[in-house]
């Protein structure tokens, strides 16, 4: 059974950083690209990162270009978000994502 466990989302003043952490079993994980989405209130879930099997090559959005971070580490079956200079656009619930599955999502909120 697959699973993607997301943590790591809060409140934050604009300017500031989080780390989200997505826990992944059930599958092969070494073998799969992973994304990070996310959904701000009100709004369509949109894709915010990706980075391929073998953490060589990543994709952003040009939203998140220069201030965001997708990284995985395999021995652990987890893909990380590291997010800088936060600003009250980037408020949205974040959703790990892979092989056809979803996490629960992640709250983060970025406000003064």
């Known amino acids: 059974q697959v699973q993607l466990v997301e943590y790591g989302g809060g409140l934050v003043q604009p300017g500031g950083s989080l780390t989200l952490t997505c826990v992944a079993s059930?599958?092969?994980?070494?073998?799969?690209?992973m994304r990070w989405y996310r959904q701000p209130p009100g709004k369509e879930r949109d894709l915010v990162a990706t980075i391929f099997a073998d953490a060589g090559v990543t994709h952003y959005h040009d939203s998140v270009k220069g201030r965001f971070t997708i990284s995985r580490d395999n021995s652990k079956n987890t893909v990380y978000l590291q997010m800088n200079n936060l600003k009250p656009e980037d408020t949205a619930v974040y959703y790990c994502?892979?092989?056809?599955?979803w996490g629960k999502g992640t709250l983060v909120t970025v406000s003064s």
């Open positions: 059930g599958f092969d994980f070494s073998k799969y690209f």
């Open positions: 994502n892979g092989p056809g599955h």
